[in-house]
């Protein structure tokens, strides 16, 4: 089955700075990779996704790069600001309408100091 | 915004007893999901349904476990007998199509 490695497990940046947290995945007929930020206490919130016919996605300060060949994806935030200091997971799935169970990593907590 | 929500926020049960977790997913999603989380673990798939059915489940949804919707508008994951290794997060999660979006999560605590 599918597997998702994330990297890396804690990411401290100074605010303004960019941060970048990278997955891989296993199985080349996963398609759909989404990314959540996930505060203390709260459920996974998705930021941001990308599917395999798209190389690069941007919303903002966030952007998703995918390389289908190398079998990774990353999440770049830019202009980190505090609010940012969450717990990031990527995840990845097999994009067969709403069957789609999702594999998460094991995700990447980032710490943006004022 | 709709947003999926879930009852109780937490739940504590003694080892061998039956606990419901509740799920009230967003109102025009047809897929509903649960997941679950150890504490500084990653997010794991239990099951999957669709139209009244399991369409997938992972092995840790075994025979203790199971989902329903009952009326429409909640589902529900039932865990009976439960083990001192149930003790998690469990989060409900929704979609229409492609994008799941997830509940606030129920801690529940195995004593």
């Known amino acids: 089955g599918e597997n998702v490695e994330q990297h890396p497990s804690t990411l401290s940046v100074q605010e303004g700075d960019s941060a970048v947290i990278k997955c891989t995945y296993s199985?080349?007929?996963?398609?759909?990779f989404p990314w959540y930020k996930q505060e203390l206490g709260k459920g996974p919130q998705l930021i941001i996704d990308?599917?395999?016919?798209?190389g690069e996605k941007k919303d903002q300060r966030i952007a998703v790069t995918l390389n289908k060949t190398a079998k990774h994806f990353s999440l770049h935030i830019t202009e980190t600001q505090p609010e940012d200091s969450a717990v990031y997971f990527c995840a990845a799935s097999k994009e067969n309408t709403g069957f789609q169970k999702l594999v998460f990593g094991t995700g990447t907590r980032l710490l943006v100091s004022p | 915004e709709p947003e999926v929500t879930q009852t109780p926020s937490h739940q504590v049960t003694q080892m061998g007893q039956e606990v419901i977790l509740r799920c009230v997913p967003i109102s025009n999603h047809l897929y509903f999901y649960w997941y679950r989380q150890i504490l500084g673990q990653k997010v794991e798939f239990l099951v999957s349904f669709y139209n009244n059915e399991i369409s997938e489940k992972s092995e840790i949804f075994d025979d203790r476990f199971s989902v329903e919707r009952p009326d429409g508008s909640n589902f529900t994951l039932k865990i009976r007998s439960t083990k001192l290794e149930d003790s998690a997060m469990y989060f409900c999660?929704?979609?229409?199509?492609?994008?799941?979006?997830f509940g606030p999560g129920t801690r529940l605590t195995v004593t």
């Open positions: 999660a929704s979609t229409a199509s492609y994008e799941q979006y």
């Open positions: 990308i599917r395999s016919n798209v």
């Open positions: 199985d080349s007929a996963s398609n759909y």
